[in-house]
């Protein structure tokens, strides 16, 4: 573990100012992930930015056709949070499925976007539900914004304020998790929305990305039945160690129809 | 039977100082003037090292020296020896490559230590390894145990990697009886590599005394007398009365820390050189890379059966990884803890077994609970299912009919071992009771409604422990005896401090060697200290491994026990004025037959300390010693069965229901061995669900962290139906067997034969992952299998 500098500013734009005067700085959200990416050598910043004290980055938020979550809440917080359970059950259930009870007390909802790990669990509700995600700077469709493995639409210190969700008439996500490290190796989200069927798939592929067959196959018949021999095409599906690209592509069918049935 | 005597629940003595953060592990100690160490391991499965350019790690702030494996070599030290010398079926002595414990001319597995950075902060010796500029020209490796006499080879001294070629049994006989067979089941069979996972990582603590000359090292054993023996007589780091090695609390070791490793070694070595203590303790990763891994077989079988269905012969095949050097035991554990148990519980006439050990580009390969035993089991507990099927038996009754029967005994298997006792049908009657195996059909029906696919599997198993006798073990090349010490001193207020040679890192010895002890004494349980772990106050004794410690340590303690009680008798047959054969022992209580009169086991202690009225021909003091070496194995054996779900769609196993019916012979503390069989069979099915140590085809581990090493968790299993039979051992004191390794060696076959018989396909290797077992429903499926 390298040494770096720990700086703990009390607003956006000291942290964003901070960011701007060390180029080798990064922002410290829950530090999931960065902290032991520190740990084992594979990054050595030169500074880290704590939002943690940056209060207006937190907090749930309900309106009539949105949920909106600030970027450092944690995990648990949206998991056990009463307006999040009511207003998207889906997104609070699959908060609860992150990780284990460690990472969702520390790590957050900016983070984990920020981060995009190809096995997170964020990333499909984003796209399910199309969030916007509201930067310092401006805000990103869903779309838009998951670009590649570990790559997203944010330029260098960017940061991401909050997320908003349309709330959808029905979602529900469904996880099939890595048994070691219970990251998704396949994880799916299924909601209608005022703009139609969505389906968010993570664990796939590089990054998060929207299922267009199972949407269409859904839109004429929301049934799990419906998913059932929908051809999914795994050519760019994650291969590795615990599941090849082929079983990958056979898990967004089976956790698509799951999701569907879960949806009630 | 009391509250807290032999056969009592006792809550572990030990638990409240573990679970309030008292306990004192290797890495609690601290000593002035410590400093800390970190390794230089090589990132080649196999590599020339050309040069070891220290200059910039020395130039590290913090670091204060950097030894290499040069520096190792100049100094003389001896290399790391492995304890068992098995010989070839050609009667020559297997290879035993040098294995230096820092690697100065070449490296052999990724992970191998070759410098030891000394500094200030744990973070600075880690800084000064990776400053270390070390030229490598890499050779040739192999990973995989069925391709290392193809490869290159790794060793001068072991020609095509070849370590030793082993066989067990009459070759001939049992090859005429496979050809006269009138059904022969065939398996290839991998027995996965399973990577250690205790609680507490390694740990090493070590100071040198200029004063007198002795080395105290702290460490993470399981054994630690033979450290010492092993660091004195082998690697000639201090003279044997020079060292001093303390095991404090471990937690946890499952038989990877039975074995002498590079690092503790070193940082002893290191201390004495330096003079300053040293201290190191394992990363996780460390542990993923250098700590002994376990399994790792290949297997090729044959089971024979007659036209009734009566097992004829048994031939077994096994190429077994030995890693890149032989571990303390590595050579003894695919040949007399695996050959010898392949009778199982059944009376196949004709067996034999060849196995040949191989040397690979990975870390080690030791004993790792249950070390042979568990791949043996899985071999022919694989076989005898999959022949019930092929003969369309119910695989209960196939055993049943093929059983040892209590009136064999005692039984003297084709392959070397004699069974004492043992009632293999009242395990499997309470087995089948306890998991309602007829209403199994009914279950499998309303599962399918479900769309899962349910299966059953047994596991009849058995194992030896206590491995002895010592004679027979040094004739059969063992490096060292099999007995052990027990030592019982009774302080004047009739308190006892209890000495044994058995290490307890888990198995709760300070409750049942308390409970032995005071029962047989009669004195409250709370007045019983038990002392382990420390070569500087208990005099010798050879560890806890193989489910050995209540069946050889426990019967040393219980020997040493009956001493003091005799000569306890003389004391009070003198004060009593009576004969000695008038005297009676009983609840704590010395008694005068005739009169009446009495004296308490206390009365006698104080007499025997401040001997005012007292034998004129009798010792004072009151304090007794035994080495008890038992005079065959302890055979613990019981059925498993297991009964799974399967979901087609994912892949998924769900253990849903868990029978294990265990003779583990007296059992001292219920509560206790019942909390060993749960840590077993945990383990067991992680390694037929879960654990799968894999390196790559260049040597890389690739499972090296939990990210990608799966192991078992609460939520994975079932909440355990757990019970037990009881035949006393008839040759040992208390009738105890053992209990620590049986469900690591029961379970997994048990797991394996419930997901064929969900699926109706023959094989699938373990672990049996979601995938593969996606890919099995799907060829199933489609016809195939």
Redesign the interface.
Known sequence: MSRFDYHRPNSIDDATRLRGQHEDSLFLAGGQTLLPTIKQGLAAPSDLIDLGRLDDLRGINVSAETLTIGAMTRHAEVAASAEARKAIPALAHLAGLIGDPQVRNTGTLGGSLANSDPAADYPAAVIALGATIHTDKRSIAAEDYFLDLFETALEPGELIVKVEFPIPKRAAYAKFPNPASRYAIVGVMVAETKDGIRVGVTGAGPCAFRCTPIEEALAKDFSAEAVKGVAIDHSRFNSDLHASAEYRGALVGVMAGRAVSATG | MSSQGIGASVRRTEDMRFITGRGRYTDDFNLPRQTHAAFARSPYPHARITGVDTSAAKDVPGVSSVLTGADMAADGLGGLPCGWLVKSKDGSDMKQPPHPPLAAERVNYVGEPYAIVIADTP?AARAGA?AIIADFEELDAVAAVDQAIHAATIHPEAPENRCYLWSLGEEEATNEAIEAAAHVTSLKIVNNRLIPNAIEPRAALANFDASNGEITLYTTSQNPHLARLILAAFVQIAPEHKLRIIAPDVGGGFGSKIFVYSEETAVAWAAKRIGRPVKWTATRSESFLADAHGRDHVTHADLALDADGRFTALRVRTTANMGAYLSTFASSVPTYLYGTLLAGQYKTPNIHVEVEAVFTNTAPVDAYRGAGRPEATYVLERLVETAARELNMDPAELRRKNFIQPEDFPYQTPVALEYDVGDYEASLNKALELIDYKGFPERKKEANARGRKRGIGFSCYIEACGLAPSQLAISLGAGVGLYESGEVRVNPTGSVTVYTGSHSHGQGHETTFAQIVASRLGIPFEDVEIVHGDTGRVEFGLGTYGSRSAAVGGSAIVTATDKVIRKGARIAAHLLDADLDEVDFEDGIYKHRSSNASKTFGEVAFAAYVPADYPNDLEPGLSEKAFYDPNNFTYPAGTHICEVEVDP???TVEVVTFVAVDDFGTVINPMIVEGQVHGGLAQGIGQA??EHG?YDDFGQL??GS??????PRAD?LPSFKVDTTVTPCSHNPLGVKGCGEAGAIGATPAVINAITDALGIREIEMPA???RV??ACKTAAEGGQ
């Open positions: 973070a990776e769609d994912t892949g669900l879960f894999i690739i499972t939990y990210m990608d090493y799966c192991m994975d992952t979601p995938e996606w890919r």
